[in-house]
């Protein structure tokens, strides 16, 4: 980290070097990105659509594949596992043959060898955002059908996929086993230099959550990486990753919300294969049953790493991640104090305690507000599983707090966890055969058909009666022993498939029965953040530090990891100090203020939450990391988050406890040199600094100051027009 005495010294005399105009852009979400530097170039989504033809349409047949998937020089490509190399777009080379960039094993025959002897089909159509294939492979022996999903994107150079495989045949099929939705080679071929991956770790509910860690693989060895328990997030791994070799690399999303897993290998000579895929699959397939596979992403890159990340948040942003009416969801600010008043305060959850609070939630600005665990019989944890209202605290129900909340033009998140049960509750007294645990409680059964039926019916009929815009489904259990356990020899992956198809078939269905609903996925906070969850919810609260104050640092860091992936997220602060604020805040905030003491700082607190959402808008834009994402309390972190359609955008920076730095130099992207920027400057306690400074000024170097440890500093700059000679 550059370190330099700045030039801009907040402390408490300010200076206003007169007075700038500040527009009042909107603060939608954009309904799509600008076509800019940081898009790539047709030829680029072009080379990757090519790359897929190559790979699944044309397989086992003579044909020239695009320069995108040439091989290093001197090196064979891998016809059994497939070639993807990681290389720049435009470079020249071809080769004969490819194979689908995924396997499996059949009745003790690896996929490369059977599907060149399996009769195909295809079909492709056109959408207005991406071509679709779907291709078909068919088993004249057994009658297993293989059929790959696959859409390119047009104004992005990524592929996704999903596998399906259906027994059309009159007996069960032979053994399927070690589905890899994901199999191929990348051509990192100068076996001297270092292929890295880049990686977050999992939510581990400490320092360490969604922490960016960088990987070196050296030829020769090898790597394998999955979650623990069976929520994708969960501690040790996050399903989204890039590989990076040289100036070039690829981006790779799972999308998968049960124990995926993935391994990468790299030759003595150098090329890397990259597996990924369930961690376990070894099953006979009955007549007329079908599965599918994890879904897969990938978005190759060449040149600036950080670039590729922006192109990949946008690609998630306008394409994966839920939208109302045509735009992305504005993230919300939300009242919530479950763990502040839950267990101190008994008369705060219930139907008067609720609706005062609500009046709170709107008094300080919120937009939301959010009753978690504490609405139901025996309370959380021995309640769950009894999903209706404790008649002693809310005796008419929700309805009059959700009606208390829609007066004050409030939305309401109400806040369930409904695969898990407790003993005692009542789905396991009334419907034991729905429990992995019987009548002892344990894992409500998704991938069983009538009791996913019900349980949807009951949240939808919740959901009515309760007045709710925001479903809130938590998951505080790992299912993997639970699903393990109920896999026969023959079956070995085929309750987790079950569980998490019934798992999408479930909110698939809430949202369509309620139009205008939204889902915010929590798991003991971010323990089930997957491609798949990331298309049909946000996770609202992003780890259960959250459940706690005094983590500002720890905010820093799994904003500085997540944002590089997923565009929409939020965490909580304790309260309305600048500098926590600003750790918590992302494009939304989660209050749990202590409003009920008599010393409560009510007109700082609204003063706090008004500067968040004035930056809301930003962080729906491209994300910088300004500094590196770092634990030591010595250092200053720093990101930016930059608005291309509004010329504007926000700087955040943190003097950490112990740094003994005053200064610290940044370089923001995205600016203009030959501009003029309006920017603000704006402490701790919002005493605002206003200058206008030269583009190439800032692009050179931004120099910031803070006097004081502990200490943060907002930037807000939009570009003003040409800059004057």
């Known amino acids: 980290m550059m370190c330099r005495i700045g030039a801009f010294l907040l402390a408490g005399s300010m200076w206003c070097a007169g007075s700038i105009a500040w527009a009042s852009d909107a603060t939608d979400a954009p309904r799509e990105p600008l076509d800019d530097a940081i898009m790539a170039a047709p030829s680029e989504a072009g080379n990757v659509a090519d790359w897929t033809k190559a790979s699944f349409l044309?397989?086992?047949?003579?044909?020239?594949?695009?320069?995108?998937?040439?091989?290093?020089?001197?090196?064979?490509?891998?016809?059994?596992?497939?070639?993807?190399?990681?290389?720049?777009?435009?470079?020249?080379?071809?080769?004969?043959?490819?194979?689908?960039?995924?396997?499996?094993?059949?009745?003790?025959?690896?996929?490369?060898?059977?599907?060149?002897?399996?009769?195909?089909?295809?079909?492709?159509?056109?959408?207005?955002?991406?071509?679709?294939?779907?291709?078909?492979?068919?088993?004249?022996?057994?009658?297993?059908?293989?059929?790959?999903?696959?859409?390119?994107?047009?104004?992005y150079p990524a592929a996704d996929w999903v596998l399906y495989f259906e027994n059309q045949g009159r007996h069960d099929t032979p053994i399927l086993e070690n589905i890899q939705a994901l199999d191929v080679v990348l051509q990192t071929s100068a076996a001297k230099e270092a292929v890295i991956l880049h990686q977050l770790t999992g939510d581990q509910c400490n320092e360490h959550s969604f922490l960016p860690i960088a990987t070196i693989l050296e030829a020769g060895k090898s790597f394998c990486m999955a979650p623990q328990g069976g929520r994708p997030s969960n501690t040790s791994a996050f399903p989204f990753f890039n590989l990076q070799y040289g100036s070039r690399g690829m981006?790779?999303?799972?999308?998968?919300?049960?124990?995926?897993?993935?391994?990468?290998?790299?030759?003595?000579?150098?090329?890397?294969?990259?597996?990924?895929?369930?961690?376990?699959?070894?099953?006979?397939?009955?007549?007329?049953?079908?599965?599918?596979?994890?879904?897969?992403?990938?978005?190759?890159?060449?040149?600036?790493?950080?670039?590729?990340?922006?192109?990949?948040?946008?690609?998630?942003?306008?394409?994966?991640?839920?939208?109302?009416?045509?735009?992305?969801?504005?993230?919300?600010?939300?009242?919530?104090?479950?763990?502040?008043?839950?267990?101190?305060?008994?008369?705060?959850?219930?139907?008067?305690?609720?609706?005062?609070?609500?009046?709170?939630?709107?008094?300080?600005?919120?937009?939301?507000?959010?009753?978690?665990?504490?609405?139901?019989?025996?309370?959380?944890?021995?309640?769950?599983?009894?999903?209706?209202?404790?008649?002693?605290?809310?005796?008419?129900?929700?309805?009059?707090?959700?009606?208390?909340?829609?007066?004050?033009?409030?939305?309401?998140i109400l806040w369930f966890e409904p695969e898990r049960v407790a003993k005692g509750s009542q789905i396991a007294k009334e419907h034991p055969e729905f429990v992995f645990g019987g009548e002892e409680g344990g894992l409500f059964n998704l991938g069983d058909p009538a009791a996913r039926r019900w349980l949807t019916d009951l949240l939808s009929q919740r959901i009515t009666e309760f007045g709710l815009d925001v479903y809130r489904n938590d998951f505080n259990i790992d299912p993997l022993d639970f699903w393990r356990r109920h896999d026969a020899a023959d079956r070995q992956g085929m309750t987790e498939i079950r569980y998490v198809e019934g798992q999408y078939a479930m909110w698939d269905e809430l949202i369509a029965r309620h139009p205008g609903l939204w889902i915010d996925n929590c798991a003991s906070g971010g323990r089930r953040i997957d491609l798949e969850t990331c298309m049909r919810s946000v996770p609202l609260w992003?780890?259960?530090?959250?459940?706690?104050?005094?983590?500002?640092?720890?905010?820093?860091?799994?904003?500085?990891?997540?944002?590089?992936?997923?565009?929409?997220?939020?965490?909580?602060?304790?309260?309305?100090?600048?500098?926590?604020?600003?750790?918590?805040?992302?494009?939304?905030?989660?209050?749990?203020?202590?409003?009920?003491?008599?010393?409560?700082?009510?007109?700082?607190?609204?003063?706090?939450?008004?500067?968040?959402?004035?930056?809301?808008?930003?962080?729906y834009g491209d994300f910088y990391p300004l500094t590196d994402a770092s634990l030591s309390s010595d250092v200053w972190a720093a990101y930016q988050f930059h608005r291309a359609d509004l010329h504007a955008g926000i700087v955040l920076a943190f003097r950490r406890g112990d740094s003994r730095y005053t200064?610290?130099?940044?370089?923001?992207?995205?600016?203009?040199?030959?501009?003029?920027?309006?920017?603000?400057?704006?402490?701790?306690?919002?005493?605002?600094?206003?200058?206008?400074?030269?583009?190439?000024?800032?692009?050179?170097?931004?120099?910031?100051?803070?006097?004081?440890k502990h200490a943060s500093l907002l930037l807000r700059y939009r570009e003003l027009g040409p800059r004057m000679q």
Not at 339 to 366: F, L, M
Not at 562 to 586: E, K, N, Q, V
Not at 610 to 617: F, T, W
Not at 696 to 703: M, S, Y
Request: hydrophobic share 40%; proline share 8%.
């Open 58 to 155: 044309v397989v086992g047949g003579k044909g020239t594949v695009p320069s995108f998937v040439a091989p290093t020089p001197g090196v064979v490509p891998d016809h059994k596992n497939g070639t993807v190399p990681l290389r720049a777009p435009g470079a020249a080379g071809s080769v004969l043959a490819s194979a689908p960039p995924f396997s499996f094993r059949y009745g003790g025959v690896e996929s490369a060898e059977l599907l060149k002897t399996w009769s195909r089909k295809t079909v492709s159509t056109d959408a207005a955002d991406r071509v679709r294939h779907h291709v078909t492979w068919s088993d004249p022996k057994s009658g297993l059908q293989v059929t790959a999903v696959v859409s390119n994107f047009k104004r």
């Open 542 to 619: 992003r780890s259960d530090t959250s459940c706690s104050p005094g983590h500002p640092l720890w905010n820093q860091t799994q904003t500085q990891g997540l944002a590089l992936y997923i565009p929409l997220f939020t965490a909580c602060c304790w309260s309305p100090d600048g500098y926590d604020m600003r750790s918590a805040a992302t494009g939304g905030l989660i209050c749990q203020f202590d409003y009920l003491s008599e010393k409560f700082p009510m007109e700082q607190a609204k003063a706090a939450l008004a500067e968040v959402k004035e930056n809301q808008k930003y962080w």
């Open 251 to 412: 981006i790779v999303a799972i999308g998968w919300s049960g124990q995926w897993a993935a391994r990468l290998q790299r030759s003595a000579a150098g090329p890397t294969r990259l597996q990924a895929g369930m961690e376990k699959t070894h099953l006979v397939l009955h007549p007329g049953e079908r599965i599918r596979s994890p879904r897969i992403l990938l978005m190759p890159w060449s040149g600036d790493r950080i670039a590729a990340h922006q192109r990949f948040r946008r690609l998630l942003m306008f394409h994966y991640a839920p939208k109302l009416a045509g735009r992305p969801l504005q993230l919300p600010f939300a009242a919530q104090c479950f763990d502040r008043y839950s267990w101190s305060r008994p008369n705060w959850s219930t139907e008067a305690g609720q609706i005062a609070a609500a009046k709170v939630s709107h008094e300080v600005g919120c937009t939301y507000h959010w009753l978690d665990a504490a609405w139901f019989p025996f309370g959380f944890p021995n309640g769950v599983g009894s999903w209706f209202c404790d008649a002693k605290k809310f005796p008419r129900g929700l309805k009059p707090v959700s009606d208390a909340c829609h007066r004050d033009g409030l939305k309401f």
């Open 663 to 708: 200064g610290l130099s940044v370089k923001p992207g995205e600016i203009n040199p030959a501009a003029n920027y309006a920017v603000e400057f704006l402490d701790d306690a919002r005493h605002r600094v206003e200058r206008t400074i030269p583009g190439h000024e800032i692009a050179d170097g931004l120099e910031l100051r803070l006097p004081r």
